[in-house]
């Protein structure tokens, strides 16, 4: 037992393992994250539509308007 704790020290405290690990750590997030993206759907603006009351003014102008032809023919 003695003999193996300086040996895995040195290999974990190795530059080439310390930076593959790092390298690994990176690529495999990244995949994470690929098989996970979803693409953003945009809102889209809807506009409100107001229910459309015929105001008095254009009952008197169609009634008019048939007065006219009436008396116009």
Do not use: H, Q
Not at 3 to 22: D, Q, R, S
Not at 57 to 70: D, H, L, P
């Amino acid at each position: 037992m003695k003999e193996i704790i300086p040996v895995v020290i040195a290999v974990l405290t190795n530059k080439k393992v310390i930076i593959t690990a790092v390298i690994i750590f990176l690529y495999l997030d990244f995949c994470s994250y690929i098989v996970r993206y979803r693409k953003k759907i945009k809102p889209t603006k809807t506009k409100k539509i107001v229910p459309a009351s015929p105001p008095p003014a254009e009952k008197a102008s169609s009634e008019s308007e048939g007065g006219e032809e009436s008396s116009s023919e």
